[in-house]
């Protein structure tokens, strides 16, 4: 009898212990058993979940669907497990890729041996001397000495080269055995089955696993195989990322989804959207789904979402295409004679710029803008054939420039989408009309990757900015121009949509001097520095016998001679050398001699510091008291919060 006794109590016992345990046990530690038997986590990484589940170290990104913003929460669920997975893929991919320490064949990359000035240092010659002695071992034959480096290699950076590939690699894509990184193997986490791929290879099986262990639904897994079925993802990490941040929608959709109606009502009281649209809208969209910014453009009054994959990419055919387009989010822009150019243009680099001239007459002015259309090598030749440049930036500048002309509240925006091919989008195109007051119920968050940007002020009217040249003119500013540079440049000044004073006077020659601080590249910078100051100085600065000590090539020691001659007057200086830095102790000494030698005028600071103009006192008078903002940097407008 004792002994049942004492038989049902440790029975009893047992039976608390496992109640207990299972009360005790992380939520969602099922997920970590399931995922180590599907062969994606190891049990390193199945233990490391589990602990992180214990300690509420889990954590999600929940995101705004409206605004795009992320806020870090911590705690189990779906979200958070699968955003472990994707931090696990990028954990392995540190395990597998980084290297054993060795300059050997970093030797041949020229950045490597040389210091900040471009020149080898001793430290770069000694594994230059090695890798030459270790060729010379194989014959010369480059590929031998690789395949030998490799065999040194541990185990663990060779996991990824044995996994055959199930699913296509990006086009261009090449997956190589890793050579060289930090040194050993630690700090390093071995997080995932060495069956997975961490480059691709086993994308359709990490979303098929997914599923299969819960943590997808059906329908999440539908949007994330279309998603792959797209090119939207090159890696299993992104899949995990992917997979996370829908199922983190699935959390948070019933909030989700009355921030979108409440900020729809106020697109549609702005007139942005017709009650129609609006319930058309909702009446469309998927389980789940809170639609994107760009998809509810298509929605709008005054907005076209235009499906550039059918048209023409040669600009001759598709500009005049989204001409078209434009008349119907404008019903009342009515154009004649458009007309395209195309010119090649050489800024100094190995590539040429192939630029667009687009024209057209409308209300009895001719419009035109000047933008970029590709590049081209210097033989003429398309250096990626293969890839189409898009639809331009800047196209529609001149059409904002005839609504400001006719005092019209709107301004034309393209909406842009990323795709597989671009950031901005190749596929489609969003092209919305909206006031300034609708502008700013999108919020300015991350603006720049939805919608282009435009401006509202209304003092750059081409009747204004004809004004505006005429008084520079008499101003002085132009005094060293001849007739027909006055002329391009006021052609130039209403080509466009201009924003600003100082982008109506850099379309003159020799006014204004832009440049980069960062540029102090050979040969002789401050020789050039000078002879641009001289250009800008309508004959008040006229210096002789200008010595660079920069040189040809990138100075060694810590500072150059520089120096010039004004009126037989001897002005030197040191300037210190800042790698690629200009020092601006060579405008001051050059506007220290303007002083000693009293000229009529000055070297201005403008363009936010990385410009300069010639004014005499009274110029610079004028100017700052009717156009402050030339000489001013800017207060950059704060990102408001967004109407929703």
Not at 200 to 225: C, E, M, P
Not at 267 to 273: F, V
Not at 435 to 443: E, H, I, N, S, Y
């Amino acid at each position: 009898m004792k002994a049942l006794l004492i038989l049902g109590l440790a029975v009893l016992l047992a039976v608390v212990v496992r109640l207990v345990g299972q009360r005790t046990a992380a939520p969602g530690a099922a997920f970590a058993e399931r995922l180590y038997r599907a062969r994606l986590l190891t049990a390193a990484g199945r233990d490391e979940l589990l602990r992180q589940m214990r300690q509420n170290e889990l954590k999600f990104e929940q995101t705004d669907p409206l605004t795009h913003r992320s806020q870090e929460h911590y705690g189990t669920n779906r979200a958070s497990i699968l955003n472990f997975c994707a931090e696990a893929f990028q954990t392995e991919f540190n395990y597998r890729q980084l290297g054993i320490a060795d300059d050997l064949l970093l030797a041949e990359d020229d950045q490597f041996i040389a210091g900040s000035s471009g020149q080898p240092t001793e430290q770069g010659r000694a594994p230059r001397v090695r890798y030459q002695e270790a060729l010379k071992r194989f014959g010369g034959d480059t590929s031998a000495l690789l395949r030998w480096y490799y065999d040194q290699q541990p185990a663990r950076l060779k996991i990824e080269y044995a996994i055959p590939a199930e699913d296509s690699m990006p086009q261009g894509w090449t997956i190589y055995p890793p050579l060289a990184g930090p040194s050993g193997a630690k700090g390093l986490h071995h997080w995932i089955d060495e069956r997975r791929s961490i480059l691709g290879k086993t994308r359709s099986r990490t979303a098929r696993d997914l599923l299969a262990v819960g943590l997808l639904d059906q329908a999440a897994y539908q949007q994330l195989q279309q998603a792959m079925d797209q090119g939207g993802f090159m890696s299993e990490m992104q899949v995990c990322q992917a997979a996370a941040s829908i199922m983190q929608r699935r959390e948070t959709h019933t909030q989700d989804q009355a921030r979108q109606q409440q900020w729809l009502r106020q697109l549609e009281q702005a007139g942005q959207l017709s009650p129609a649209q609006c319930q058309r809208l909702t009446q469309e969209s998927r389980p789940y789904e809170v639609r994107d910014l760009f998809n509810v453009v298509g929605y709008c009054e005054h907005a076209r979402i235009v499906d550039l994959r059918p048209l023409p990419h040669a600009p001759q055919q598709l500009y005049p295409l989204l001409f078209k387009e434009i008349q119907a989010v404008l019903p009342d822009f009515h154009y004649t004679y458009l007309s395209l150019r195309l010119s090649v243009e050489d800024e100094g680099s190995d590539l040429l710029d192939q630029n667009i001239t687009l024209s057209f007459r409308a209300n009895g002015r001719r419009y035109e803008t000047t933008f970029l259309h590709d590049y081209l090598r210097r033989d003429g030749s398309d250096p990626n054939p293969d890839a189409w440049p898009g639809v331009s930036e800047n196209f529609h500048k001149s059409i904002n420039q005839w609504l400001t002309d006719r005092h019209s509240p709107l301004r034309l925006y393209q909406a842009w989408t990323p795709d597989a091919s671009s950031p901005h989008g190749n596929e489609k195109l969003g092209l919305l009309a909206m006031t300034q007051t609708q502008r700013k119920l999108w919020g300015n968050e991350h603006s720049f990757s939805l919608f282009s940007t435009e401006s509202y002020d209304t003092r750059f009217s081409s009747a204004a900015i004809e004004r505006l040249v005429a008084d520079y003119q008499k101003l002085g500013l132009f005094a060293h121009l001849s007739t027909a540079d006055i002329a391009r440049g006021q052609a130039a000044a209403l080509s466009g949509a201009k924003t600003s004073y100082a982008e109506v006077l850099l379309s003159f020659p020799h006014v204004i001097y832009a440049f980069d601080w960062e540029s102090a590249n050979p040969p002789y910078p401050y020789a050039a520095l000078t002879r641009e100051l001289v250009a800008i100085s309508r004959g008040g600065f006229a210096p002789t016998l200008v010595q660079d000590g920069f040189g040809a090539d990138y100075p060694t020691t810590p500072t150059v001679p520089f120096s010039f001659q004004l009126n037989q007057r001897r002005y030197h200086t040191p300037l210190p050398v800042r790698s690629d830095w200009l020092a601006a102790e060579s405008v001051e000494l050059m506007q220290q001699a303007l002083r000693e030698q009293h000229a009529p005028g000055q070297f201005y600071s403008c363009l936010d510091g990385e410009g300069y103009i010639y004014l005499t006192p009274a110029q610079y008078q004028a100017l700052n008291k009717a156009q402050p903002e030339l000489f001013k940097t800017p207060i950059e407008e704060a990102e408001g919060e967004p109407a929703f």
